[in-house]
């Protein structure tokens, strides 16, 4: 059976913990699925921390990565979505995409005969939201009854790190101003997920109140440049700072999937201070992708990959 990885609800409860487990795993333990094989990495959006990670955990797992721009492949200019990807499903044991427009990776798992990676759209990343994750288990040991709270935008980003949270136990309060908030739609089907829960305000310091960890992303994301002068104004008060996370609990962290930019979303005492936790979140971005990787190839048939 070929799985795709789109959204983080692409996995179930025991399937997001094993996916978890499998990344903290020694590699050697994970023997080498991509032994003799590629995988297509396709980048319409370019990317630092999700180029290099996602390489390395595919030489990890012993294949070989091929990194594309997106005008390279030029997705309905140059072929069709379905073209480009039964064309590289026939080269590749898995594809991975970092798209504008989430309807590219979900007619890319349409029609492929091997596992699609959303490494990010517009409607989520759920490859950071398992380095999130991650992260914090490593901090707390269990999410189960953990306070999380997200400041800012409620974008991809916060969409798929409150999925993976309530899926995992743990109690989500996002501090949105008004026009950029989640939904109610949203909210009620993440609420449903999982063990955990999910509120919103409008005050962030309502939002950090008691949190285990406070998140936060940049305020205005790559393809939102014509928007920056009006955000800046909305979000001025989501700024975390060292006022904003005295409200939080006495051992909370920051986090921040990065690029972050201080003085904006965060004052570089938070980021830069004894509670941040953004480098060993970014460095389980290669851990999170490898354990992803390993699972979903061993639900894969790999006979005519081998071929």
Same mark, same amino acid.
């Given at each position: 059976m070929t799985r795709h990885f789109l959204e983080l609800t692409d996995l179930s409860v025991a399937e997001l913990d094993e996916v978890l487990r499998l990344g903290v795993a020694p590699i050697a333990s994970l023997g080498c699925p991509l032994r003799g094989l590629g995988a297509a990495l396709i980048f319409e959006k370019p990317s630092n921390r999700t180029r290099q990670s996602m390489e390395m955990a595919v030489v990890q797992l012993g294949g070989h990565p091929v990194y594309t721009r997106g005008e390279e492949v030029g997705f309905d200019t140059r072929e069709t979505v379905e073209d480009v990807t039964r064309i590289m499903a026939g080269y590749h044991a898995v594809l991975a995409a970092r798209v504008f427009d989430h309807r590219v990776v979900s007619r890319m798992a349409a029609v492929s005969a091997v596992p699609v990676v959303n490494m990010l759209s517009d409607h989520s990343h759920p490859l950071q939201a398992l380095a999130d994750t991650m992260t914090m288990l490593a901090e707390f040991g269990s999410l189960r009854d953990r306070s999380i709270a997200y400041v800012g935008d409620f974008n991809n980003v916060a969409r798929s790190l409150s999925e993976a949270c309530v899926m995992l136990g743990a109690h989500?309060?996002?501090?949105?101003?008004?026009?950029?908030? !989640?939904?109610?739609?949203?909210? $009620?089907?993440?609420?449903?997920?999982?063990?955990?829960?999910?509120?919103?305000?409008?005050?962030?310091?309502?939002?950090?109140?008691?949190?285990?960890?406070?998140?936060?992303?940049?305020?205005? #994301?790559?393809?939102?440049?014509?928007?920056?002068?009006?955000?800046?104004?909305?979000?001025?008060?989501?700024?975390?700072?060292?006022?904003?996370?005295? !409200?939080? /609990?006495?051992?909370?962290? =920051?986090?921040?999937?990065?690029? !972050?930019?201080?003085?904006?979303?965060? #004052? $570089?005492?938070?980021?830069? /201070?004894?509670?941040?936790?953004? =480098? $060993?979140?970014?460095?389980?971005?290669?851990?999170?992708a490898r354990g992803l990787l390993a699972f979903l190839l061993a639900d894969t048939d790999r006979t005519d990959l081998a071929r």
């Open positions: 989500v309060h996002l501090g949105c101003p008004e026009g950029y908030e !989640a939904s109610d739609d949203d909210l $009620a089907r993440i609420d449903g997920l999982g063990a955990g829960t999910i509120v919103q305000t409008r005050d962030p310091v309502s939002a950090v109140a008691g949190a285990d960890a406070v998140h936060t992303d940049t305020w205005t #994301s790559m393809g939102q440049e014509m928007e920056k002068a009006e955000r800046m104004e909305v979000f001025g008060r989501y700024q975390v700072n060292d006022g904003l996370l005295a !409200a939080a /609990g006495p051992n909370a962290i =920051f986090m921040h999937c990065l690029p !972050a930019y201080r003085g904006l979303e965060v #004052s $570089a005492e938070v980021i830069d /201070g004894p509670r941040s936790r953004v =480098f $060993a979140q970014g460095h389980n971005r290669m851990h999170a």
